[in-house]
Nanobody
């Protein structure tokens, strides 16, 4: 049974930082591309960042480039999202995603709330 458990969300003032973590179990972690998406109230879920199995290849949505950094520790089966210079528009529920390239394997966590006050 695959589980993705996010943590690290909370309330922070604009300009502050948070680090999200996603602990994965029940899958071969280093076979999966890991990512983060977010969903703000009344909006659709949007892609934020992803990282390949080795950590060499990363991708970000334009609005977070230069502020967010995705990383992974394959020994701990964990992916991270370091979020700096947070803005009120970053407020959303952040979801962890695991996707195995070339297959239909696609898993999501339950989400963690990030609230940025102005």
């Amino acid at each position: 049974q695959v589980q993705l458990v996010e943590s690290g969300g909370g309330l922070v003032q604009a300009g502050g930082s948070l680090r999200l973590s996603c602990a994965a179990s029940g899958l071969t972690f280093n076979s999966y591309r890991m990512g983060w998406s977010r969903q703000a109230p009344g909006k659709e879920r949007e892609f934020v960042a992803s990282i390949n199995w080795s950590g060499i290849s990363t991708a970000y949505t334009d609005s977070v480039k230069g502020r967010f950094t995705i990383s992974r520790d394959n020994a701990k089966n964990t992916v991270y999202l370091q979020m700096n210079s947070l803005k009120p528009e970053d407020t959303a529920v952040y979801y962890c995603n695991a996707r195995r390239p070339g297959t239909s394997s696609d898993y999501w966590g339950q989400g963690t709330q990030v609230t940025v006050s102005s």
